[in-house]
């Protein structure tokens, strides 16, 4: 962080602050999800899969809020679409794959896991309608922006609905041989100073992310498309990366789901709706909820195979591999733009 800071004000390279800005998000997304692990097993897999979600989703939110003042919304609207992506198939990919290869066959807890992918599925669902308006020429393309709200408001309702349910604590899962659950944990004091902390400190990272974006785009060639569906996705949602892998390494794989997938969970029904209503508030480049085809196209992909994965509530290596390759396949379509 400290190298971020001096890149930011010194002058320097782009590539070398925009990459120091990068580790500094990814590194305090880390701090976030080390500190709600710290307090995971006090209230449950699910709880603990909203507040990780919640907080490690914080450093995206400051930057999507950045790159909106600095009239980047193509990049914000890849860069969400591009979380959802990253967290179904990329990190729920790995964590199949090193979890299976380390332990075989993992259960994700099947009522859980089902009313989870549902509520996704149809969430995302909404989250394109206004798209799917845009794209058949129906009369509400003409009032994308009120649409665009109507659809944000009505999402935020369905998650405050649906929040209780989700914070049930649920069954402890079953403690892996060789594991110690009795080792030392954080004073609750100190994980949530540290997630306090970390949130404040995202506020100025995500600025000094998004004034080197800019240039380092430039410098690259890199379109703004990939830079928001892979490169900023990535950087924003590093706390998914890490510990979903982690848990799913250590046999907590019903922890492992519940965080990897409540991320993209909240990015459709809190985090996207948001920042619609936000980019207006505060007088920044206003962002509606019409996205391109491609990404539409894509999104879809990956919300269907997740569920068709997941639904049975069990996890192997092979499902991680595929959901990985065709990570892989769509990041190289947006490559050129």
Not at 110 to 139: C, D, E, K, N, Y
Not at 170 to 187: Q, S
Not at 236 to 250: D, F, T, W
Not at 297 to 312: E, G, H, N, R, Y
């Amino acid at each position: 962080m400290v190298l971020a800071a001096i890149t930011r004000f010194a002058a320097g390279g782009v590539v070398v602050a925009f990459l120091c800005a990068a580790l500094a998000v990814a590194l305090l997304a880390s701090l976030v999800g080390r500190s709600v692990e710290q307090l995971g097993d006090r209230f449950g897999p699910g709880a603990t899969g909203v507040l990780q979600s919640a907080l490690g989703n914080l450093p995206e939110l400051f930057i999507a809020l950045f790159a909106l003042r600095a009239g980047l919304v193509e990049v914000v609207q890849a860069a969400l679409i591009g979380s959802i992506l990253a967290n179904l198939l990329l990190v729920l990919g790995l964590c199949f794959l090193v979890g299976g290869l380390k332990h075989g066959t993992q259960k994700l807890g099947s009522g859980r896991a089902r009313s989870t992918i549902v509520l996704m599925v149809l969430s995302v669902a909404a989250l394109v309608l206004p798209s799917l308006a845009q794209f058949v020429h129906a009369p509400a393309s003409k009032h994308e922006s009120t649409l665009s709200l109507i659809v944000s408001v009505i999402l935020l309702l369905l998650f405050v609905l649906t929040l209780p349910a989700s914070l049930r604590k649920g069954a402890v899962e079953p403690v892996e041989e060789g594991m110690h659950p009795d080792a030392p944990r954080w004073p609750i004091a100190l994980a949530l100073g540290l997630l306090a902390t970390a949130a404040v400190l995202a506020a100025f990272v995500s600025d000094w992310f998004v004034y080197a974006l800019e240039p380092a785009m430039q410098t690259l060639h890199i379109s703004e498309a990939f830079a928001g569906l892979v490169i900023v996705a990535i950087a924003g949602n590093a706390v998914e990366n890490v510990v979903g892998v982690q848990l799913a390494a250590r046999n907590r794989s019903e922890y492992a789901f519940s965080v990897v997938i409540n991320s993209p969970l909240q990015i459709a029904l809190v985090l996207a709706p948001a920042l619609v209503i936000l980019s207006q508030v505060l007088g920044f480049t206003a962002l509606t909820l019409v996205f391109s085809p491609m990404l539409i196209v894509s999104v879809a992909i990956a919300v269907i195979l997740s569920a068709f994965i997941t639904f049975d509530g069990e996890s192997n290596w092979i499902e991680g591999v595929a959901l990985i390759a065709v990570y892989a396949i769509i990041a190289s379509t947006f490559w050129w733009g």
